[in-house]
């Protein structure tokens, strides 16, 4: 080896260990020696400035131009055909994404009501340029996509988009729009929440954890495995960022608060169903050494943590945003929602929703769960009555809330209809004043109870 390779290699080495020190920092801020979430949110916001962000991004500037892609090319070629199909989709997600929110960042700076909030967020603009630029790199010279622009290899991302990840990110499209003429701060932590948030913290880092784990142990594309891992690292930087912001506005305004819970109500549905593969098929992942179970669990516990860290964790957050039982494992829970997945009852509407005894009982649960109890003036029992499927009813009672199969007989009101228009409207936001009129939902019993019923289950967003 020549002295000038060998001082490019000891540079590198210095760089990596570089990164991997300020990966670990930011880390920290959500994480005690143990590896388990700090509970004190207010301290771990605290502990992050904007200033240390900003000389973050500084030290840690990369060149997406400069990765090497040489041994890549070889490396995707070893990989099976199910493994390429599987990297397509995912890293597809990425290269879209990234993309979107390039286009979709200026309003965002416009709108922070701190100058420090507005140069960190310039700095976001250019990280996410540059990793499109890495994926448009990678996709062009790795994979083989036809063409030379960026224009002409992003589009071939647009088949392996599906439904819930074209809805999250239409939705940052319009939020987008809203922020150019809303600059208030409830409309800004909506914004926050919606990119740091549910693209980054939710949707991004999971997926990035796994991939740069596999091709990191695997070695054979060292020049995307390093590139994932800059990308990695600029984006626990953002989040942290987003932690702290919306840390600053949920002490400014409940109002903020407010508004986050509002937009986690109206995406979570189709977040959920985000990371589902094509025709369910679970290769996609387990050729990579991961299960949807890892997937969703991971994702669970980190976003988990990051949410506490803002001073507003999702378990004190209104009910029906996030309606799983928290006394369960993460990996029981995302085991549980995967089920509800596949049933049919969360994510992409299939119509034609399971209704097995597992899938009534989890169901049922989250209906629990979802209780506005302030709403509920006295005990009142709730009967369904399906025509597809057997019956449940729910109790509601001084804070408290059980549901059980069976006929309730002293029901305060019954609603008889179909599981899959149940679902419909209990999950996919149909209204059921049109249900109502086209006889598919048939309520009877105490008019007052019937109206309290839209608030004690708020209406969703109708998903698309």
Request: hydrophobic share 35%; net charge negative.
């Amino acid at each position: 080896m020549s002295v000038s390779q060998k001082n490019r290699t000891a540079a590198k080495g210095e760089k990596t260990n570089a990164a991997e020190a300020e990966k670990s920092r930011v880390n920290a801020h959500f994480q005690d020696g143990s590896g388990a979430a700090q509970p004190d949110g207010s301290a771990v916001a605290a502990a992050i400035s904007y200033e240390d962000l900003y000389r973050r991004w500084e030290q840690g500037n990369w060149r997406s131009t400069e990765i090497d892609f040489s041994r890549d090319r070889e490396g995707w070629q070893t990989l099976s055909e199910i493994q390429r199909r599987s990297a397509l989709w995912t890293y597809s997600m990425f290269f879209y994404g990234e993309d979107s929110v390039t286009d979709n960042l200026s309003p965002y700076i416009d709108a922070a009501p701190k100058e420090e909030q507005k140069y960190f967020l310039a700095t976001q603009q250019v990280d996410e340029a540059r990793h499109s630029l890495f994926f448009h790199r990678f996709f062009s010279e790795v994979i083989g996509v036809p063409g030379k622009s960026i224009g002409e290899t992003l589009s071939s991302t647009l088949p392996q988009l599906g439904w819930g990840y074209r809805a999250v990110f239409g939705r940052l499209d319009s939020m987008a729009e809203e922020l150019r003429k809303d600059h208030s701060l409830p409309k800004f932590a909506q914004a926050i929440a919606l990119y740091h948030m549910v693209v980054e913290a939710t949707l991004a880092q999971p997926g990035q954890h796994f991939i740069e784990d596999y091709f990191t142990k695997a070695g054979t594309m060292p020049g995307f495995a390093e590139g994932m891992h800059n990308v990695a690292r600029d984006e626990q930087r953002h989040i942290g960022f987003g932690v702290k912001t919306l840390a600053e506005l949920f002490r400014a305004s409940d109002e903020c608060k407010a508004a986050v819970a509002e937009l986690l109500g109206e995406v979570m549905p189709y977040t959920s169903s985000v990371f589902v593969p094509p025709g369910w098929d679970e290769r996609y992942t387990t050729e990579y050494g991961f299960t949807l179970e890892d997937i969703f669990s991971f994702g669970m516990r980190s976003v988990e943590a990051k949410w506490r860290a803002t001073g507003y964790p999702i378990d004190e957050m209104p009910p029906g945003v996030y309606p799983m039982d928290f006394s369960l494992s993460h990996r029981e829970r995302a085991r549980q929602f995967i089920v509800l997945l596949k049933a049919g009852i969360l994510g992409e509407p299939n119509g034609r929703p399971d209704s097995s005894p597992e899938t009534q009982q989890l169901y049922f649960g989250v209906i629990e769960r979802s209780v506005n109890h302030s709403a509920a003036d006295g005990p009142v029992t709730i009967q369904w009555r399906f025509e597809d499927a057997p019956d449940w009813y729910l109790r509601i009672d001084n804070g408290s809330s059980r549901a059980e199969q069976g006929e309730a007989p002293d029901a305060d009101v019954v609603l008889e209809t179909t599981w899959p228009q149940w679902i419909e409207i209990s999950i996919r936001g149909a209204d059921p004043r049109r249900a109502m009129l086209r006889r598919r939902l048939r309520p009877r019993g105490s008019l007052r109870q019937l109206w309290r019923m839209q608030r004690i289950f708020p209406r969703r967003t109708r998903l698309a």
